[in-house]
């Protein structure tokens, strides 16, 4: 019998700034050996298989995979993934990025070297990635939606997640723990050596494990934080450009701009004029 391929997806906009903002859904049945990549995303991809086989070439490891089986996509990792030639798969996935996307996708459990995830005992998974496809739209109270549905369906993934022995070994608490530091202390004059001594490792056990758990240096991520929160009280708030700063842990508003337009393409005042400009 014939294998008839389709593909339905949507892609999103307004979705700058949002600490946590979905970027595109959809699901696909795929045609024999049908390949991605190998390529980089800029932005997270969790696929969930409903049937059929395929393979995915994260960069770290090779996996084949059923389903029920699931795989994370980190953004700037080269990665392959391709359908099998006899029985190809079908997937439903969904695409997000955001200041608290590495966060949720630490505590669902997924890293760049632990990207695959089980779950077959109902269709609770595939329900909630095609709610999320369902809400789609470009409103705020369309993106509202979709964030909660993206927010649901990584809950269910911490729900089932076992915190067993080896996560501990893997050195993956340690990252969730430093994540979390952050995001609560990311407004003081913290810098790496206050990560590390808050989580009791070394300043280059720490590194080690945020480039082998999420591919970025912890001071990287720190400062991408700090801007994307910082971007966030330009565009939706009349605080200044030095108020902002000191708001999300810089001391020193010039070093804040040259950072700032580093990241965002524009000078601090640039992006909140043209925030402000948009409203």
């Keep these: 019998m014939a294998h008839d391929a389709f593909k339905h997806s949507v892609w999103l906009s307004n979705r700058e700034g949002l600490g946590l903002a979905v970027y595109n859904c959809g699901f696909q049945r795929c045609s024999p050996g049908h390949t991605w990549g190998p390529a980089v995303r800029d932005h997270f991809l969790i696929h969930y298989i409903t049937s059929g086989k395929g393979v995915y070439d994260s960069g770290s490891g090779k996996y084949s995979l059923s389903a029920g089986d699931g795989f994370l996509v980190v953004p700037n990792r080269l990665i392959t993934y391709w359908a ?11 695409g997000f990025n955001g200041t608290d996307a590495e966060r949720l996708v630490c505590e669902a459990g997924l890293s760049a070297e632990q990207p695959i995830f089980h779950y077959d005992k109902d269709s609770l998974y595939r329900e909630k990635l095609l709610n999320i496809y369902r809400l789609n739209g470009n409103r705020p ?50 810098d790496v050596d206050d990560i ?7 300043r280059s056990h720490l590194y080690r494990l945020f480039m082998k758990h999420i ?13 994307q929160k910082a ?3 330009l565009e939706s708030s009349n605080l200044s450009v030095g108020e902002a700063a000191y708001s999300t842990g810089f001391s020193d508003q010039l070093y804040f701009s040259r950072v700032f337009k580093k990241y965002k393409g524009l000078s601090p005042s640039q992006y909140s004029k043209r925030s402000h400009e948009k409203k």
């Design 141 to 190: 109270s369309d993106q509202a939606r979709m964030q909660a549905g993206l927010l649901s369906f990584m809950a269910a993934m911490m729900d089932r997640r076992p915190l067993d022995i080896q996560e501990k070994k893997s050195g993956y608490e340690y990252v969730k723990k430093s994540l979390q530091f952050i995001d609560y202390n990311y407004s003081r004059s913290i």
């Design 215 to 227: 591919s970025v240096p912890p001071n990287e991520y720190l400062t991408r934080y700090r801007i």
């Design 196 to 202: 590390a001594a808050n989580v009791g490792i070394s």
């Design 84 to 94: 099998d030639q006899s029985d190809p798969w079908e997937y439903y996935w969904v």
């Design 231 to 233: 971007s966030l009280l």
